[in-house]
């Protein structure tokens, strides 16, 4: 399994940016995909999570007024709709995915294997 992110760049305070994560390989049925972020000297937060072959979606309390995650099965991509982005959202994110075998998702980052490399947000006040 190989991930993508991609999406990411400098806003401004108060705009909207839509991250991808574009998935290839094994065939995603079974897996759930989260997206992270971390901020500079901060550690990796969950922000949200969606488990594929369910409409089932999980996010932190932290975004989940601003933040949209949603699939599109096609494309086999994961996005992450972000809306009034803020200074403190600057930090690269991060899409993971993982097979679990009886939990739809987990907010500790150690359980998801398969990572992809990062986009990194920036927002300017």
């Known amino acids: 399994v190989q991930l993508q992110a991609s999406g990411g760049g400098l806003v401004q305070a108060g705009a909207s940016r839509r991250l991808s994560c574009l998935a290839s390989g094994r065939a995603f049925n079974s897996y759930s995909v989260a997206w992270f972020r971390q901020g500079p000297e901060k550690e990796r937060e969950f922000l949200a999570a969606?488990?594929?072959?369910?409409?089932?979606?999980y996010y932190s309390d932290s975004v989940k007024d601003r933040f949209i995650i949603f699939r599109d099965n096609a494309k086999s991509t994961v996005y992450l709709q972000m809306d009034s982005l803020q200074p403190e959202d600057t930090a690269v994110y991060y899409c993971a995915a993982a097979s679990f075998l009886h939990d739809d998702y987990h907010t500790t980052d150690r359980y998801y294997n398969f990572w992809g490399q990062g986009t990194q947000v920036t927002v300017s006040s």
């Open positions: 969606v488990r594929y072959g369910t409409s089932r979606l």
